[in-house]
T-cell receptor
Framework: DAGVIQSPRHEVTEMGQEVTLRCKPI?????LFWYRQTMMRGLELLIY????????DSGMPEDRFSAKMPNASFSTLKIQPSEPRDSAVYFC?????????????FGPGTRLTVL | KNQVEQSPQSLIILEGKNCTLQ??????????LRWYKQDTGRGPVSLTI?????NTKSNGRYTATLDADTKQSSLHITASQLSDSASYIC???????????????FGQGTTLQVKP
């Protein structure tokens, strides 16, 4: 398996523009997590899905952020409109219910820069 | 409040030397504790995992210890190599999450730099 795949790897945009980050989880995994990582706050959970259904979005910072999972192999995280403080690395992770001790497998991340 | 704190925040050592990273947590009860390694520009990768009943786990030159009584864990790196330069993140999984979501509590990480 190729692991968790994220695209793009880098994104530079201007304030006010819409940004869409994409994630393909490991095949067969039924949980998908979106995280944001900054120097100041470390890794923060934004939202997670179980069997394509959003379960907990309490970490989503504000209404400008939205996430979808239309099928088991694809998820998006959208920021509209983007702001400079959204600059961070966004990780997607997946796991299976039968996984070893809840281990989550992380993608390579998308580095977002909002100018 | 469930928290995970790591020390030091950053560390520089010479190649071949040993080092120990610390993790204190207040998560209780907890299911397991992991150490992740995150190379620059990459996602975190699991190094070791210990349940509350385990007190040591090794993965090559990496040895993690756990003291569930004092709620402390350490990651010891032996004979460091340049490739050990990375961030090391202590992650605790709370026990009792009935939905078994695997929501994790992350430390801020220790940035290790190994110099030749």
């Amino acid at each position: 398996d190729a692991g968790v795949i994220q695209s793009p790897r880098h994104e530079v945009t201007e304030m006010g523009q819409e940004v869409t980050l994409r994630c393909k989880p490991i095949s067969g995994h039924d949980y998908l997590f979106w995280y944001r990582q900054t120097m100041m706050r470390g890794l923060e959970l934004l939202i997670y899905f179980n069997n394509n259904v959003p379960i907990d979005d309490s970490g989503m910072p504000e209404d400008r952020f939205s996430a979808k999972m239309p099928n088991a192999s694809f998820s998006t995280l959208k920021i509209q409109p983007s702001e400079p403080r959204d600059s961070a690395v966004y990780f997607c992770a997946s796991r299976t219910l039968q996984g070893h001790h809840n281990e989550q497998f992380f993608g390579p991340g998308t580095r977002l820069t909002v100018l | 409040k469930n928290q995970v704190e790591q020390s030091p925040q950053s560390l520089i050592i010479l190649e071949g030397k040993n080092c120990t990273l610390q993790c204190n947590y207040t998560v209780s009860p907890f299911s397991n504790l992991r150490w992740y390694k995150q190379d620059t520009g990459r996602g975190p990768v699991s190094l070791t995992i210990m349940t509350f009943s385990e007190n040591t786990k090794s993965n090559g030159r990496y040895t993690a210890t756990l003291d569930a009584d004092t709620k402390q864990s350490s990651l010891h790196i032996t004979a460091s190599q340049l490739s050990d330069s990375a961030s090391y993140i202590c992650v605790v999984s709370p026990y009792g999450d009935s939905s078994n979501t695997g929501k994790l509590i992350f430390g801020q990480g220790t940035t290790l730099q190994v110099k030749p």
